[in-house]
């Protein structure tokens, strides 16, 4: 596909950038779990991995963004957040505790905040107009195959090696990331400082912010619908279907590298056709995901399961571009800071609550709760959810 940006070498540093934090997530995400569980966890200690550094995510993604648009600065805070990350791991490496490691993997999300809405307002601030929805689906496609090599490294280095020596391997990559963008990266010489304005005052004079306010409700009550298996899902794999770490992670790999080809032809025709129907389609996804899951009892299933589930991030990305349409160039990073936040703040509540209803049920039951919220979620979106019409002004 051709890349087509104002900036093309900006956009090449925060893709490399930002697949090498992917790989770090991924890795963090389906491991630690597993490392909690081996270790005695309970399903709600497990779940606790997403809470803790899901809720504190919440408060750093809107926070970056706020700060990012108010100095006009997206590079700073990718370079530094990716670098901040790197001593956390290491302490990681040498600590036996699983709940200061759950604290630490927490604190990794201070600094993601800085990362996340700053790279995907940068990939925004130097895209043409009829190029956003593309761009970032690039950029979403390149972030889920970070996401699903993550797993697969971290079962192989785990079975051949050692905890510790993951967690080593997980700094040296996030040492790499800021590297690359420190050389390679760059700020859009259009966005300026906002110094002389209020941090909040760009928000409140959005003609568009109820249509902001409905793509949060419905991500809010999709991503839950997410949440709620959480890192509890790989357990399962692990526990009761038997699968060991390195087909857990190969699973993983290969369902998030289907949606990984997909992303980009998802961004592309939502800048042809708009947005709203391919925010139903993710969210299609997953409801189709949770109930293949619920029946579920060999590989085949589990793997046509995974490849649904990690379309998830459709309604994400697209979701980005639909904000990055309605919104003055000047608060984007707030803007997606704050659909960050709602989307941290949803998987927080998820996970913690996903762990309570296993402890008290099953996951199965769980998997049939699960599909109720996309579905929520697509009737909201379908009512109440106006397309950009400065989408389609832009091809005129």
Request: hydrophobic share 50%.
């Given at each position: 596909?051709?890349?087509?940006t104002y900036?093309?070498?900006?956009?090449?540093?925060v893709?490399?950038?930002?697949?090498?934090?992917?790989v770090e997530?991924?890795?963090?995400?389906?491991m630690?779990?597993?490392?909690v569980?081996?270790?005695?966890?309970?399903?709600?200690?497990?779940?606790?991995i997403?809470?803790?550094f899901?809720?504190?995510?919440?408060?750093?993604?809107?926070?970056?963004?706020?700060?990012?648009?108010?100095?006009?600065?997206?590079?700073?805070?990718?370079?530094?957040?990716?670098?901040?990350?790197?001593?956390?791991?290491?302490?990681?490496?040498?600590?036996?505790?699983?709940?200061?490691?759950i604290?630490?993997?927490?604190?990794?999300?201070?600094?993601?905040?800085?990362?996340?809405?700053?790279s995907w307002?940068?990939v925004?601030?130097?895209?043409?107009?009829?190029?956003?929805?593309?761009?970032?689906?690039?950029?979403s496609?390149?972030?889920?195959?970070?996401?699903?090599?993550?797993?697969?490294?971290g079962?192989?280095?785990?079975?051949r090696?050692?905890?510790s020596?993951?967690?080593?391997f997980v700094?040296?990559i996030?040492?790499?990331?800021s590297?690359v963008f420190?050389f390679?990266?760059?700020?859009?010489?259009m966005?300026?400082?906002?110094?002389?304005?209020?941090?909040f005052?760009?928000?409140k004079?959005?003609?568009?912010?109820?249509?902001?306010?409905?793509l949060?409700?419905?991500?809010l009550?999709?991503?839950?619908g997410?949440?709620?298996?959480?890192?509890?899902l790989?357990?399962?794999?692990?526990?009761?279907?038997g699968?060991?770490?390195?087909?857990v992670?190969t699973?993983?790999?290969?369902?998030t590298g289907?949606?990984?080809?997909?992303q980009?032809?998802?961004?592309?025709y939502?800048?042809k056709?708009g947005?709203?129907?391919?925010?139903?389609?993710?969210a299609?996804?997953?409801?189709?995901?949770?109930i293949?899951?619920f029946?579920?009892?060999?590989?085949?299933f589990?793997?046509?399961?995974?490849?649904?589930?990690?379309?998830?991030?459709?309604?994400q990305?697209?979701?980005?571009a639909?904000?990055?349409?309605v919104?003055?160039?000047?608060?984007?990073?707030?803007?997606?800071?704050?659909?960050g936040?709602v989307?941290?703040?949803?998987?927080?509540?998820?996970?913690?609550?996903?762990?309570?209803i296993?402890?008290?049920?099953?996951?199965?039951?769980?998997t049939?709760?699960?599909?109720?919220?996309?579905?929520?979620?697509?009737?909201?979106?379908?009512s109440?959810?106006?397309e950009?019409?400065?989408?389609?002004k832009?091809?005129?």
């Amino acid at each position: 596909m051709h890349i087509n940006t104002y900036d093309n070498r900006s956009f090449y540093a925060v893709c490399v950038t930002n697949f090498l934090l992917r790989v770090e997530w991924g890795i963090s995400t389906s491991m630690l779990p597993l490392y909690v569980h081996e270790h005695g966890g309970s399903p709600l200690e497990v779940g606790f991995i997403f809470t803790i550094f899901a809720g504190l995510n919440f408060f750093s993604n809107l926070f970056w963004g706020l700060v990012s648009d108010y100095f006009g600065k997206r590079k700073l805070f990718i370079v530094l957040g990716m670098a901040f990350i790197v001593p956390i791991f290491i302490l990681m490496s040498v600590q036996k505790d699983i709940f200061l490691l759950i604290l630490l993997r927490g604190s990794t999300a201070i600094f993601k905040g800085a990362i996340v809405p700053c790279s995907w307002a940068l990939v925004s601030d130097i895209s043409p107009p009829r190029k956003v929805g593309s761009n970032m689906g690039v950029l979403s496609s390149i972030e889920m195959a970070g996401f699903a090599l993550g797993p697969a490294l971290g079962g192989l280095i785990t079975d051949r090696l050692s905890f510790s020596i993951l967690w080593i391997f997980v700094a040296v990559i996030c040492l790499a990331g800021s590297i690359v963008f420190l050389f390679f990266g760059s700020d859009s010489p259009m966005i300026k400082s906002n110094t002389r304005k209020s941090l909040f005052e760009g928000i409140k004079k959005h003609e568009s912010f109820s249509k902001i306010f409905v793509l949060c409700i419905s991500f809010l009550i999709f991503l839950f619908g997410m949440s709620l298996l959480g890192p509890n899902l790989n357990v399962y794999l692990y526990d009761d279907l038997g699968l060991s770490r390195t087909m857990v992670g190969t699973v993983s790999l290969i369902g998030t590298g289907v949606a990984t080809l997909i992303q980009p032809i998802i961004g592309l025709y939502s800048d042809k056709y708009g947005r709203k129907r391919f925010l139903i389609l993710g969210a299609l996804s997953l409801t189709l995901g949770n109930i293949v899951l619920f029946f579920a009892q060999n590989l085949s299933f589990v793997l046509i399961a995974q490849i649904l589930i990690s379309n998830y991030n459709i309604f994400q990305f697209i979701g980005s571009a639909y904000i990055s349409d309605v919104i003055p160039q000047k608060e984007k990073s707030t803007m997606l800071g704050i659909f960050g936040s709602v989307g941290s703040l949803s998987r927080s509540l998820g996970a913690i609550v996903g762990g309570y209803i296993i402890t008290l049920t099953s996951i199965r039951t769980l998997t049939l709760i699960s599909i109720i919220f996309p579905i929520v979620s697509i009737t909201i979106v379908l009512s109440l959810l106006k397309e950009s019409l400065t989408l389609f002004k832009n091809k005129d």
